[in-house]
């Protein structure tokens, strides 16, 4: 009793909104003209504040949390100290019948290269890289790093035999010696020099041991207040000069890369497979309107032309107007998402209309469907009782009564999925969410309004042919035929009678009522089979999720084979299984010298600081290289010039009194000057002395390699020993900020939380659908519950058909994950409301009625889908070509539980309702 009370007061529920939905429908129908006139309007106002768009392609402000940790030290860092984030690096490979670049031509086509882009200005450029390069604080010269990014591997060739040339020994010496601030000389086959700010480089290596030269990897640094305009038009002429490079080297080959070149990359990205998207909305439409096709059968003509396309009797029209209404949602939604909310534009917003034409197109089937079910419920009554407007009327509010609460609930469960779901920390995914739930939301108004209307426009036109035909059959016909012939019957000549109209959604039909239907109800094994592999497939996806590897690798942005892509590939394959990220241990004080309270003149606080390094090198596991401080090599220096230093717990220290002319000695004396880019000092503003403001000291990671695993464990651990230090040496010393910051640590904090952003959104959504469902059902819990689990089972499986295809948990993924929640929630919530809806019927199984009645929508919807984004199978860019991966998935595993697991298990909770059911069918006309 108590299943039964609830499927009526679910009934109930749905009974409200469908009669709210009927009369909406029935104003709707009585001016299709207006409303179509209005909403195109307002569409094209909302559409105007697109012209406002930003795009923002910064990596940074798009995939890391803003309000995390490392975006806070960032600030604090870059507000202090240079660091140097205008790079621009060339990777050189060798080319040709040569596999080393230590081969004298080779290697001499590399130093051309650096010549080149070193002091060359191109023609048309303003300014060269002198004139743009971050000076060495010691010296008028540019930063040039090159030393730590020689990749040596094993072969059989000799630096110093007789098939190189010897002068190449000089010049490899000179790029050695040159890169005066890099961290390490990570080099397979020799052993790493020592620290340059010892600048007592171990090179004695160099004699005899470099055999092999895979990749030569040269940066130049800018200087951090060059104009962008300078940046930008000097980074395009590096590009054009590589360009002309790899035109004319025979035995190299270079690659460029600029901050630039990312973002410029990821822009490029959707403009690039351009002609693949249009491709995509051009199958999208065709596949609508071959939807909505009826053929007819005719026995009496020849055996090839038996079945022919009926085009009057064929709503093709509204397969494109479906297509249209949802450009125009998207155009609108777009419009509304800047100009109102001011929510910025990022590329992943490019992916957003797949979805939304996967939803509109859905929803738009179902509202055809639905149509034709009002036709077979509202019989035509003889001619002269109703106008053919009247006719209509009833039919759309009959649609509307039908199927209004469904796709009501669909697009309201989608709108507050996707928004819950923007409360994420990580940008990209917050923009999409939001634009996603406000294009949706345009979405469903159009659709009951705009596609409505013009749904009406094209009944009236049918109603009044179907009329017509009737008013000339019975003029013509005798009184006997006449009374013995049916209502459809007088419509056709005798020798229409015999021809009969097939649509794609009788195929469907037929499917679903004589096979799947009672397969689903009745079927013992089959339910089994489904249940079990239902049950496996869950299994499977677990076993994934449990091992599937995370990271989004930069190569993966850009176009597949493209220059980008092979850069990002050698500094994978070789600078970062060799090479680990840097990293500083900052000290960072007050510029309001009452505010300070530290003074690292004293040696107090110098013994904090160093303790605090010694604890981090003693206890990191993870960061395997360290630099000399600049406070050793100082205390070191005023020993070693008898300047006073004191003894405290067995180390020495500078004497406070001593501390400030002695670094000023220190910096000047030319061999330690580089350490000058590792302070901040100013002259106080209590005083007249200089005083050191910040600091850092110097660390590099063992190499990360592939291994995205080892990023989040070395995060927690720097994050752990920050803590440490601070409790350890810093606890009662107000106004201490003492942390370790990188730039990698940016990207590992969103690797971080990734994970629980994606739940976290995922989870909102579910619980989104459940409130929604609960609003427009009613109490009626064994429909909510099998929907969230049938939303829930579609995730899962994504989850693990991502470890099965070999891809990564990162951004890009989760937003598919997002968009399966959108889509599968069509799917399913529209079979489980059809359960529901048996009023006036022949005592049907719901769920077979279901099935019959909205499964050919639905299945429909699904193949729309998935040849929309077929196309994007051929695409050269990763990106897409996940993107079809995930949501070729995404529609598979929402057919398979919307269209057999949710019925089987509907089937398995229901009790034979007392009420009855139509049989649909089609309709002439």
Known sequence: MKVDEEGREGERQVGRLGRWMGFFGLQVAKRPVFVIALMTLLTCLAAVGFVRIKIISDGIKLWVPQDSKAMFDRSSVTQIFDTHKNFVFLNIVPTGEHHSLLYSEAFDESIRLHDVVSTEAKDGLSRSYKDLCLKMSWADTCYFSGSKYLDLGNANITLFQNNIEQEIKSELFTVVTRAHTDTTLALRNVKSCGSPHQRRMDISGLVGDYVDCKVLKLGYALADGVDPVHVAEWFAAVEGMTEDFNKRARYSKAYVFHRLSLDQAIQQTVLGDLHLMVTCFILMISTSVFMLIKFRYNPARPALFRYFVDWKSSRVFLGCIAVVNVALSIAGGYGIAVGVVGVEFNTLCAILPFILVGIGVDDAFVLVCGLDKATQKLKYEPLGTKTYKEITCDRIKETMTSVGPTVTATSLTNIIAFLLGSVTAIPALRSFCIYAGICILCDYIMQVTFFLSVMTLFEYRQVKRYMAQRARAEKNASAEECSTSSDKAAAVSPKKQREEIYSVFDIFGWFFSEFLGPLVTKGFLFRAAVILSAAACAAVSIYGVMNIQQGLPLKDLTT??????????????????????????????????????????????????????????????????????????????????????????????????????????????????????????????????????????????????????????????????????????????????????????????????????????????????????????????????????????????????????????????????????????????????????????????????????????????????????????????????????????????????????????????????????????????
């Open 560 to 925: 597949i084979g493209s220059n980008l892509y092979t850069y990002f590939e050698l500094e994978e394959n070789s600078f970062e299984n060799q090479v680990g990220p840097e990293t500083a241990l900052y000290f960072i004080g007050d510029n309001d010298c009452k505010k300070r309270s530290i003074d690292i003149a004293k040696p107090m606080y110098q013994q904090k600081l160093l303790d605090s390094h010694r604890y981090i090198v003693a206890n990191s596991k993870h960061i395997k290289f360290t630099q000399q401080t600049w406070l050793e090599e100082l205390i070191r220096f005023a020993d070693k010039n008898s300047t006073l230093v004191v003894d405290l717990g067995g180390e020495k220290y500078v004497e406070e009194n001593h501390f400030y002319p002695t670094l000023s000695n220190f910096l000047n004396s030319g061999v330690y000057s580089e350490f000058s880019n590792d302070l901040r000092i100013a002259k106080s503003e209590c005083s007249d002395k200089l005083e050191v403001i910040s600091s850092r000291f110097h660390y590099s990671h063992a190499p990360t390699g592939k291994d995205y695993g080892i990023r989040k464990k070395a995060l927690r651990e720097i994050r752990t020993l920050e803590k440490e230090c601070q409790e350890m040496y810093w606890k009662d010393v107000e106004g201490a900020n003492i942390f370790l910051y990188g730039l990698e640590y940016l990207f590992w904090e969103q690797d971080a939380v990734l994970l629980k952003e994606c739940l976290l959104s995922l989870g909102l959504a579910v619980a989104g659908v459940f409130i929604v469902s609960v609003a427009i059902i009613g109490f009626h819990f064994t429909p909510i519950i099998v929907i969230v689990t049938a939303i829930t089972l579609v995730d899962l499986y994504l989850f693990g058909f991502l470890y099965l295809l070999g891809l990564r948990f990162n951004a890009v993924t989760v937003v598919n994950l997002v968009m399966a929640v959108g889509l599968s929630i069509d799917y399913s919530l529209h079979i489980a409301h059809s359960c529901l809806d048996s009023a006036d019927g022949r005592g049907t199984n719901p769920v077979e009625y279901a099935l019959k009645t909205i499964g050919p929508a639905v299945l429909a919807g699904g193949i729309s889908t998935f040849m929309g984004i077929l196309p994007l199978a051929g695409s050269t860019t990763f990106i897409f070509k996940m993107f079809f991966k995930l949501m070729g998935g995404t529609v598979v595993f929402g057919m398979f539980v919307s269209l057999f697991l949710l019925p089987t298990l509907l089937s398995l909770s229901h009790r034979k309702s007392k009420h009855q059911h139509p049989d649909p069918g089609n309709v002439l006309g």
